[in-house]
């Protein structure tokens, strides 16, 4: 393999190739063999970890693809469902991302989007934080790196100042221009940076979550001007860019047309050569692995019998990735049923955990901006199903505790088997919590209790009803948010309640 695929700064993995052959494996009477196998068996134990490692970059780098879609068209809606841009520049949402839609699994219904892809390699990026923004609104610009750690966490939790910030690429030389507040380091040269506005179901809730949106952006270095520059989430969501050969109609017709994995263990190791092309420089966490994925990837080049074990061991680490991450099975217990990633966003070298989160819920806040606890069984370990009834009981004041001044609030949302919300509900909810509370829309017990109703079928009683979160009729998941979590949640000592059966 030539040094010129890496672009000539990484010609080691080549290097290293040769330890994986052994000096003489044809000595008489089969003497070379332990040592063939020996190497093999490390080969194939390494591409499993690799491909684990690597699985994020490939996930992100896929979905740049995007920038092909709107060249030309500004940002937008890409397919009408998610938002899109030109490279370097953030497109929105309006209003929630729709729940139809089967592209991007796990969405939050509390937040309206912007999404950039940024090419730092290309040139730096301004992001610009909102300035007039109403006491206890949440937002949030949350930056994340090629292998989706989170590397910078604006917004209202962390009392960013409104102004200007520039992103830069690995190895950045400059100075930061005048009128700009801070320089924001980038572990990679693609990053993306995810804008989130708090909107609760009011149509006034949702012009607020738009004003603040608005005055979130990111745009090249190259187009800055003096002053701040005014988005607009409403253009955006309405430029709505298909590819050729899908309509609107195509798409409402058959949303699961669009249920494309951006990771295929067929493909994997040509993708990776790719992703890794785009971002020769990663972080501390990740050097080491990336120089394993070049060896192995020289290895790979080398002759057909390599190839083929390569290609084999990534399609079985794919597969059992994909079938192991759920919900489940991932993160800690921290009781009650209930599991959570402990160090969700912020990975460092746990390359599985943050695989594991690129299938099932990618781009998770730092977990001091948002906690997420998720959980797909009762309280004896079944999994869930809609054809059943169950029920969650917060005691008074035991609500989950958030930081309600700097935007803080928390919510239940129920997802199908495959982390999709249902397209349509009885009585139009996906989720439950703080705006269902702020209006006056839940049933409180005499003692101060809520319970919350899950199933399928619409509760007879009343006040069920009131608190009634529908579910599919098959298999469901869910997943608790809490935006700005306060130190009981960070430190463990809040347990949410249980999920119990109620028709056993």
């Known amino acids: 393999m030539s040094t010129s695929t890496f672009g000539g700064r990484h010609p080691a993995g080549a290097v290293q190739v040769g330890a994986f052959i052994p000096a003489h494996p044809d000595l008489g009477n089969g003497a070379g063999v332990p040592a063939t196998l020996a190497n093999e068996h490390y080969a194939e134990a390494l591409a499993r970890v690799v491909y684990v490692w690597g699985h994020p970059l490939v996930n992100t780098f896929r979905r740049t693809s995007t920038w092909t879609l709107m060249k030309g068209h500004g940002p937008g809606m890409a397919m009408g469902l998610f938002p899109g841009s030109p490279k370097n520049h953030m497109g929105y949402l309006d209003d929630y991302m729709p729940a139809a839609q089967r592209k991007v699994v796990t969405p939050n219904n509390d937040t309206v989007y912007g999404a950039c892809f940024a090419d730092l390699a290309e040139e730096p990026v301004v992001v610009q934080t909102p300035e007039d923004v109403p006491p206890g609104h949440y937002w949030t610009i949350q930056i994340v790196d090629a292998f989706t750690t ?276 009885p009585n139009g909810r996906h989720n439950i919590g703080t705006v269902n509370m702020d209006a006056n829309e839940l049933h409180f017990d005499e003692d101060g209790s809520l319970t919350i109703y899950l199933s399928s079928d619409e509760p007879v009683d009343s006040s069920r009803k009131a608190n009634w979160l529908p579910a599919p009729a098959d298999q469901f998941a869910l997943i608790v948010r809490a935006y700005v979590p306060e130190v009981a949640i960070l430190n463990g000592g809040y347990v949410l309640p249980e999920v119990m059966r109620l028709d056993k």
């Open 150 to 425: 989170v590397t910078h966490q604006l917004g209202s939790a962390s009392h960013t100042p409104a102004g200007k910030y520039l992103l830069v690429p690995p190895g950045w030389q400059g100075d930061l221009p005048a009128g700009f507040i801070d320089l924001l380091h980038s572990p990679t040269n693609i990053a993306v940076l995810m804008a989130r506005s708090f909107a609760a179901r009011t149509p006034e809730a949702k012009k607020q979550a738009r004003l603040v949106l608005n005055q979130m952006g990111v745009t090249p270095l190259s187009e800055d001007a003096p002053g701040r520059r005014r988005f607009d989430c409403e253009a955006s969501a309405r430029n709505k860019v298909y590819p050729p050969g899908i309509t609107a109609d195509l798409l409402a017709t058959d949303p699961d047309m669009l249920r494309e994995r951006p990771v295929h263990g067929e493909s994997f190791w040509e993708d990776l050569i790719k992703a890794l092309d785009a971002n020769p420089d990663v972080g501390p966490a990740d050097a080491a692995m990336a120089q394993q994925a070049r060896t192995l990837i020289a290895l790979r080049a080398r002759d057909p019998g390599w190839r083929a074990l390569l290609d084999r061991i990534a399609i079985a680490a794919d597969a059992e990735l994909f079938q192991s991450a759920r919900y489940e099975q991932v993160g800690t217990d921290v009781g009650n049923g209930w599991q959570r990633q402990l160090n969700g966003g912020r990975w460092g070298t746990d390359w599985l955990g943050r695989a594991q989160a690129a299938v099932i819920y990618i781009y998770v806040n730092d977990f001091e901006e948002a906690t997420y606890f998720i959980r797909g069984t009762d309280s004896d370990g079944a999994l869930l199903q809609g054809r059943y009834r169950y029920m969650m009981r917060f005691e008074k004041g035991q609500l989950p505790p958030v930081d309600r001044a700097r935007g803080g609030f928390w919510s239940l949302t129920m997802y199908d088997k495959d982390y999709y919300m249902m397209p349509q509900t």
